[in-house]
């Protein structure tokens, strides 16, 4: 059983262009979250994701990102004109169950991206 | 909302000796609190979690201790190994709130 898989692991993009990050869940889950981590920083929620619905984007900004999970494909996390303070690594991770205090939560190897 | 802290942010310890790394958390209704690993260029992995039922946990070298009195929780690691170098993320969630509100992480250093 494969774990959760994300790509492209690193990502260079000048200011301004377009970012997409692809996270494909294990198998069987259909409930994904997605994380930013800055450097010697923790892991701060973005969206939260069952197929086809977004359920919570409370953290993720409002403008020039945005996330889908449709029924068929990855996950994907899409940043427009992006900006050096979006210089960060991207976590995706995937649960089989809906609240996050029932149990685990699989994490993928994250994407790094850095804007010129 | 829930707010977790996360101390120390750097711990070294010598090769052997036990670490004890310690999160407070602010909301009595989080009843979940889970303990991940996050080796160099890769992803968190879950280590160990602890329920508010139970005051205790533990899986081989590694413990887990909930006080809910006093609103905090803490890894024990024993006989640490040069492997047990990573950062350790400590997080609360609630039934009310499905979102896990993470620490700030520690750096755990095991010197030879």
């Known amino acids: 059983n494969a774990g959760v898989m994300q790509n492209p692991r690193h990502l260079v993009r000048r200011r301004g262009q377009e970012a997409r990050l692809r996270c494909s869940p294990m198998?069987?889950?259909?409930?994904v979250y997605w994380y930013r981590q800055l450097p010697e920083e923790g892991l701060k929620f973005m969206v939260y994701?069952?197929?086809?619905?977004?359920?919570?984007e409370s953290g993720m900004p409002k403008e020039r990102f945005s996330a889908e999970f449709p029924k068929e494909g990855p996950s994907i996390l899409r940043i427009q004109q992006v900006v050096r303070g979006d210089s960060a690594a991207y976590f995706c991770?995937?649960?089989?169950?809906?609240?996050?205090?029932?149990?685990?939560?699989?994490f993928g190897e994250g994407s790094r991206l850095t804007v010129l | 909302g829930e707010n977790v802290e996360q101390h120390p942010s750097t711990l070294s310890v010598q090769e052997g000796d036990s670490a004890v790394i310690k999160c407070t958390y602010s909301?009595?209704?989080?009843?979940?609190f889970p303990w991940y690993k996050q080796e160099l260029g890769k992803g968190p992995q879950l280590i160990i979690d602890?329920?508010?039922n139970v005051g205790e946990k533990k899986d081989q070298r590694i413990a887990v201790t909930l006080n809910k009195t006093a609103k905090h929780f803490s890894l024990h690691i024993t006989e640490t190994q040069p492997e047990d170098s990573a950062v350790y993320f400590c997080?609360?969630?609630?039934?009310?709130?499905?979102?896990?509100?993470w620490g700030a992480g520690t750096k755990l250093i095991i010197k030879p």
């Open positions: 991770a995937s649960s089989p169950r809906a609240a996050t205090n029932t149990g685990e939560l699989f």
């Open positions: 602890i329920r508010s």
């Open positions: 994701l069952q197929k086809e619905n977004i359920i919570d």
């Open positions: 198998k069987g889950h259909s409930h």
């Open positions: 909301d009595s209704a989080s009843n979940y």
């Open positions: 997080a609360a969630s609630s039934n009310s709130n499905y979102q896990l509100i």
